[in-house]
């Protein structure tokens, strides 16, 4: 049966970034919607970006176009403003699907969630900016979060990518509620994802072990495999999609 997926990106990204994935969503006959949040798109103001001005324009995207029985999907930091949308939209929800995402709890920001020594890079990054954004150096992207890509790739991938709104990493949600709400949900992980190391701050099982009873779907590839898998990660978010 045909689905409604709403794609959510990751930090520095947009939502064309979805577009080698959605490709193969629509040719089995889904529909599929790829918002680029606030802050994100070309030309976009960051200084003042806050996460919760990322929750309400998702939640108003959603509302706008008068989605219903949605898939809603987050990649990586895109889990807190899914998650911070899931809240209101909940009637509007039939999964939600976190993709090598992070699923935050009340109080908790990325910088929390994150390796302190990222932490500690981002910081830094975001008070050298001229807009205090934060923008992922090359050679961590190339090695950790695109690794399964050629040089040239990256090369073309990586200029292509807005820098993130620091507000957007620093500041935690309110999600009281989100738990009791208990919405049907997935993860799905990258095979070969190193953008959060392994062990105490890696994507599992801490992320999963938040979501009583979902499923754990793999999927080949990187951080980044909306580009360099992007058919085998669709067919793991239509497995996600199902439960």
């Not at 899931?86 to 390796?115: H, K, N, Q």
């Not at 690794?147 to 820098?163: K, M, N």
Request: proline residues 9%; hydrophobic residues 40%.
């Amino acid at each position: 049966m045909p689905k409604t997926f709403v794609l959510v990106h990751g930090a520095c990204h947009a939502g064309w970034t979805w577009s080698p994935v959605a490709k193969y969503l629509r040719a089995q006959g889904h529909r599929v919607f790829m918002p680029t949040l606030p802050g994100l798109g070309a030309g976009d103001d960051k200084a003042e970006v806050r996460l919760t001005d990322s929750v309400d324009y998702l939640v108003d995207y959603v509302r706008k176009r008068d989605l219903t029985d949605i898939v809603l999907v987050g990649h990586s930091w895109g889990g807190f403003p899914v998650s911070g949308a899931s809240v209101r939209l909940a009637t509007r929800i039939s999964r939600l699907v976190y993709w090598s995402a992070f699923v935050p709890r009340t109080g908790e920001s990325l910088l929390d969630l994150c390796p302190p020594a990222y932490a500690d890079m981002f910081r830094a990054l975001a008070d050298a900016s001229t807009d205090n954004s934060v923008t992922f150096p090359f050679e961590v992207f190339s090695a950790t979060f695109m690794q399964d890509a050629t040089p040239e790739t990256q090369s073309l991938v990586h200029p292509l990518l807005e820098s993130q709104p620091f507000y957007t990493m620093s500041e935690p949600l309110d999600l009281d509620g989100w738990e009791r709400l208990q919405l049907p949900s997935s993860y799905v992980l990258s095979e070969d994802d190193l953008a959060l190391p392994p062990g105490e701050f890696g994507w599992a099982p801490r992320f999963p072990e938040r979501l009583p009873g979902a499923p754990v779907i793999h999927t080949p590839g990187s951080h980044e495999c909306q580009f360099t898998q992007p058919e085998p990660l669709a067919a793991a978010l239509v497995e996600a999609a199902a439960g």
